[in-house]
């Protein structure tokens, strides 16, 4: 899929509360957000310059969330197939804001996608690379 236009016709894309348009990307409030204000930047186009452009995009807003006062600290992410939790099948960057306090212990953030491996600090932790 090429195109958001073309994805969101077809039912692939079905994000629907649209917060704003940035010039070949477009922002959606997450249907299902982790925390308030979890964001998804969603390239018009599906390719590499356009994709790159929402993290940037992103990293911008959530920087300025957080010299708002509206977040500690964020989280910036895609996920790409099936087996790395994708649901939708068109690109789309998630800004997860962050506050004190949302989870127990947050060290590792976005390592948290195979919980055993998130606290790398913690006993338990097993480097997969190691035979």
Known sequence: MTDLQQAQFQGIAPWKDHFANLGG???????????PGHLLFVPD???AEHIVQAFRLAQIKGRDMVDKGECDGFNVGINC??????????P?????PRRAGDTEDPTGGVRGVITHQQNYKKPGYKNPTDK
Do not use: E
């Not at 197939?81 to 068109?90: E, I, W």
């Not at 789309?92 to 997860?96: A, D, G, N, R, T």
């Open 81 to 90: 197939g099936r087996s790395a939790g994708q649901t939708v099948m068109y």
């Open 25 to 35: 990307v477009q922002i959606f409030r997450d249907a299902f957000p982790v925390t």
């Open 92 to 96: 789309h960057v998630h800004l997860i």
């Open 45 to 47: 186009h599906n390719d």
